[in-house]
């Protein structure tokens, strides 16, 4: 298996973990555990391939050193976080609920 589809796998875990740790810690924006976990995924997946290509990691070489790996669990944990919360908060706007 390629060295980026295990990098963007890494990420979409990450990212499902990130947006569960956010759900669970900020309840008023949980989007439940499934609505948690993809959205974190999907965050995690995005977020993380923009970072490694910003930053010049994991894309470029698709190489599974661990730089590589660490920055797509940062980077996909991290944005599968902040797209959960994005996502609860446009929900909750939505719903009129402050």
Known sequence: MSGWVINLI?????GAAGGGAIGGILKQLSLGATGNAIAGAVGGGLGGTLLSSVLGMGAAGGGLDIG????????GGGSGAVLTVIIGLVRQMLSGRN
Do not use: D
């Not at 890494?10 to 990450?14: C, E, V």
């Not at 590589?68 to 980077?75: A, D, E, M, R, T």
């Open 68 to 75: 590589s790996i660490i920055s797509s669990v940062v980077g």
């Open 10 to 14: 890494i990420q979409l875990i990450s």
